[in-house]
Every structure is written in C-alpha cells, then in structure tokens.
C-alpha cells in the first residue's frame, strides 16, 4: 500500500460558463483538491493500494472530501477528524489555464493533524508535500512522520509545491527543505519550484541545484517542465527527458499532483518501491515511467478541475 499524507481542502473555481458583466463577480465552484488529496485520489484511479493520512473538518465540506476518497478506492482508516472548518483555496485560471491560488488557513482542520502511531508494516511508500509541510503545528507532525518513516525503511517522495504566499520565511523554509532530503527516496518538483528552492533564474540553473539536492540523499530528481515533458536526474549524472503530452489546455489544477502518482504507480509496477530498486533502473525503465507520467498529466490538464485519469483511460 502507499500512504499519502499532508492537507485536504476546497478549491473554489471561477465558472467557465456565462463569464460575469457589467462588473459583477464570478460564481465559483467548489472542487475537491489539496495537492496530497489529489494525489491520493490519482492512485486510487490508476489501481494502487492507496491510504490516506491527514486531518479532515467534520462540516459539509469534509464529508465531500471524504466522500471522493471512498468513490476513488482510497482507505481512510488514517483520516483524523475534527470540528474545525476546511481550509479553502481561491483559484484564478489564467489565460493560458495555469492556476494561482489564495488561501483560507487560520483556525482550519487540516493544520491541526498530529503523529499517527507506526504506519503498518504493508505500507511500501509514503508521499507528502504541498501546505501541509508549511503550515503549524501540522507541518512539524507531517516532518516527524517522514522522518520517522524513512528511518523505518518505507520509501518516501516528497512534493514541495510551493506555495510562495503561505511561507512566511522563504529562507527558514529553504533550510528545512535541506534538512528534509537525507529522508527522501524520490523527490518531484516543477522547475518553477525549483527556481524557487535554488533563488535562481534559467533552467541550466534549477539542473545544476537538483545535482546538488542529489548529493543530500536522494535517489532520483524528476523535474517537470510543464508542456515541455519531464526529466529525471539520478546520482552519477545520469539524466533523461521525456517531451509532453500534446493536449488542449483547459486547466492545469491537479496536473503536478497526476504526476506525483503516475510516477508511484509505475514505480511500483517496475517493483521499484525501494531505494536500492530505484537506483538499479535504466533509461529505458525512466523512458517508460516519464512517458506514463506525462499522459496521466495531459488528461488531467484536458479537463476542469482535479480530475485525474482512471487506468483504462491510459492502457496502451
């Protein structure tokens, strides 16, 4: 089974129907989202043993997340409850559909998750990222159960995402990062977030930051480059690229999250879930791991929303 850990919430979408005039707002559909959600729900779609492991709000919205979760095969049995409300994000879709957001935190459920006991001894990976690693006193018990995990022997993949506007102290949240790759297996990220890790500009800049990541204890670095495909960075300067899927862009809300799942669902089909496995893949195992990682993506960013594919939207 793989585990996904970190926050659950509400994306509110501007509506692409009747576009709003004479100055009035926008309506504003509520959508189930949170990067480690997303991600949990793409596993369950592709046929992984997937959990999930966060703190979820006992109101409306709550149910709903839980709800999706169930419908996605996803075992909730790590869920933590609580009466607090569920966090929201305001998404703006730009032109090109990329997708900024604004966030509704204080006070909210999944920012009060706390250690769970040892996860049990079938897990065989533990993902994380996004909000939950940022905001307290959730993000400190999100960290114990990385390292703690990973100390176990579980492979752990981490997705930063940053969200520049929920980090307070861009350079105490740098350090941190550091402090977080001796413990990570497999660590994806946009070139943007890169970008942002590295406080570099140019992508010759965000390779030579993934080398140095590399170092720290890593196996594998799979950098996305949007529609330009995804590349992955291994130790003794092994690095490969595969091109993006060509699709009509509708929005790219849940791609990279698509991405963080596809990859895991493939690991494990390469019986990959293991640091030593990891390091013995080749380039023709990357070439199909990237190839079926950025079909997943391009499904998901031809449609409204997180909607991530069902396997039988990917055979062949």
């Known amino acids: 089974m793989i585990v996904v850990a970190g926050e659950a919430l509400i994306d509110l979408v501007p509506s692409p129907q009747d576009p709003p005039a004479n100055g009035q ?9 949170g990067g480690p959600y997303n991600t949990a729900v793409a596993l369950g779609r592709l046929g992984s043993p997937t959990a999930f492991c966060s703190r979820i709000s006992t109101d409306t919205f709550g149910e709903a997340l839980l709800r999706g979760l169930r419908t996605a095969g996803v075992d909730t049995s790590l869920v933590q409850r609580g009466g607090e409300p569920t966090t929201l994000a305001m998404a703006d879709i730009s032109a090109d559909g990329s997708a900024g957001y604004g966030f509704y935190v204080e006070g909210t459920a ?12 079938g897990v065989r990976a533990l993902s994380l990222g996004t909000c939950s690693l940022v905001l307290e006193p959730g993000a400190s018990a999100y960290e114990a159960l990385l390292r703690r995990e990973a100390g176990r022997g579980v492979f752990t993949a981490l997705d ?9 102290d861009p350079a105490a949240y740098r350090a941190r990062f550091h402090s977080w790759l001796p413990h990570v297996d497999l660590l994806k990220l946009s070139e ?16 030579g930051a993934a080398k140095e990541w590399l170092s720290a204890g890593p196996t594998a670095i799979v950098l996305t480059h949007g529609g330009d495909g995804l590349t992955v960075l291994t130790p003794g300067g092994g690095e490969l690229t595969v091109p993006g899927e060509r699709v009509e862009v509708v929005d790219t809300i849940g791609a990279g999250d698509t991405v963080n799942a596809a990859l895991l669902h493939r690991l ?11 390091a013995a893949l080749g380039p ?8 079926f990682a ?8 031809s449609r409204a929303g997180a909607e991530p594919p069902f396997a039988g939207e990917l055979a062949g």
Request: hydrophobic content about 50%; charged content about 25%.
């Open 160 to 168: 930063p995402n940053i969200r520049a506007g929920l980090i307070p």
């Open 268 to 278: 494990a089909a390469h019986d990959a879930l293991s640091h030593t496995a990891v």
């Open 284 to 291: 023709d195992d990357w070439r199909d791991i990237l190839g």
């Open 25 to 33: 707002l926008p309506a504003l559909l509520p959508r189930r989202g």
């Open 294 to 301: 950025a079909r997943a993506a391009a499904v998901t960013c």
């Open 110 to 121: 999944d920012r009060l998750f706390a250690l769970p006991p040892a996860l049990p001894d």
């Open 192 to 207: 943007e977030d890169a970008l942002w890790l590295a406080e570099a500009e140019g992508r010759d800049a965000v390779t």
